[in-house]
């Protein structure tokens, strides 16, 4: 699958983590897509896998601001896509409000019971994000096989919500600002009490990135 050129489009711009990630969430994305009895693409698999592997690199999900490490509120990326002055800006933060809004609502959803926004409103961020997408990127360079990966994330967010959902369950991970505390503290210390507890929840902490191990 990762050979398939038409897959090409899909990487993510940046470097993904190391190898075992990809291939722990690969088997738990079908694992969670075959119980559910998902019907889906293999370019939709390999989208949700990759971005999950990113989710454990710390910059990818949460922003470095001169006061704190922070998760942007999804009202502000909409914001900044309404307001993007050019096309390209503007789908790459409807992307991003999409997969944030996936990641959240399928990985963490039972944080969002804390919080005054609730799974509902992620879920039409997400669904909304991915279907502008759809037709934004129809006619870009390896646009058309991503156009079918958003339309299908828009029209199954719910459907993929669950299959998140259950990779969640099978992986040990806490909401994400528990992750992060720990993962910085890590980072700026050495600690290893803070290195303990990441691979108590299945990461591993390296130099340089962070690899998932099997629980």
């Known amino acids: 699958m ?53 989710f454990v690199r710390s910059d990818a999900l949460f922003e470095r601001t001169q006061d704190a490490v922070c998760l942007k509120p999804l009202a502000l990326v909409y914001a900044e896509a309404l307001d993007a002055q050019t096309r390209s800006a503007r789908n790459r933060a409807f992307r991003r409000l999409g997969d944030v809004a996936l990641l959240i609502s399928g990985m963490f959803a039972a944080s969002l019971n804390r919080k005054l926004v609730d799974l509902d409103y992620y879920i039409a961020m997400g669904g909304g994000a991915y279907e502008y997408l759809a037709i934004g990127v129809s006619d870009t360079p390896g646009g058309r096989t991503l156009a079918q990966v958003f339309a299908e994330l828009a029209s199954k967010f719910q459907v993929f919500v669950d299959v998140l959902g259950e990779v969640s369950d099978g992986s040990n991970l806490r909401a994400p600002k528990d992750v992060m505390r720990l993962y910085e503290t890590w980072v700026r210390t050495g600690s290893r009490r803070s290195a303990e507890q990441l691979r108590r929840l299945g990461i591993e902490p390296l130099t340089g990135s962070v690899s998932l191990r099997h629980s």
């Open 2 to 54: 990762a050979d398939d050129p038409r897959l090409a489009a899909l990487r993510p711009s940046e470097p993904l983590v190391a190898q075992d990630v990809r291939e722990y969430f690969r088997d738990s994305v079908f694992s969670a897509i075959g119980n559910q009895k998902v019907s889906t693409t293999d370019e939709t698999i390999y989208y949700l896998v990759n971005l999950l592997a990113q």
